[in-house]
């Protein structure tokens, strides 16, 4: 079992910056990739970013590239999304979540967090 949870959500005004973080606990060793998804009312749940435990290879949706950055601090068991330049459309539910392989897609993931709101104002 893996627990997840995330922090640092809040409301911000666009041009802001933000930091989430996503705490993981329990059998971490045993999912390689953590990733991002953002969830608005009423659309899917989409990818953001994720990042490798052992290499710190990255990959970041095309709507963030450049504005967010996600990072790990493997002695904390800890992942981090930087988001600057924010923009109203980054407004949704921010998802922690864990798998086995490198993967854009949610149902690759089987473990999740709670999820953070992050609301951005224009």
């Known amino acids: 079992q893996v627990q997840l949870v995330e922090s640092g959500g809040g409301l911000v005004q666009a041009g802001g910056s933000l930091r989430l973080s996503c705490a993981a606990s329990?059998?971490?060793?045993?999912?390689?990739?953590m990733g991002w998804f953002r969830q608005a009312p009423g659309k899917e749940r989409t990818f953001v970013s994720f990042i490798t435990w052992s290499t710190g290879r990255t990959e970041y949706a095309d709507s963030v590239k450049g504005r967010f950055t996600i990072s790990r601090d493997n002695a904390k068991n800890t992942v981090y999304l930087q988001m600057n330049n924010v923009k109203p459309e980054d407004t949704a539910i921010y998802y922690c979540?864990?798998?086995?392989?490198?993967?854009?897609?949610?149902?690759?993931?089987?473990?999740w967090g709670q999820g953070t709101q992050v609301t951005v104002s224009s």
């Open positions: 979540a864990a798998a086995i392989v490198t993967s854009r897609l949610p149902r690759a993931y089987d473990y």
């Open positions: 329990g059998r971490t060793f045993s999912r390689n990739t």
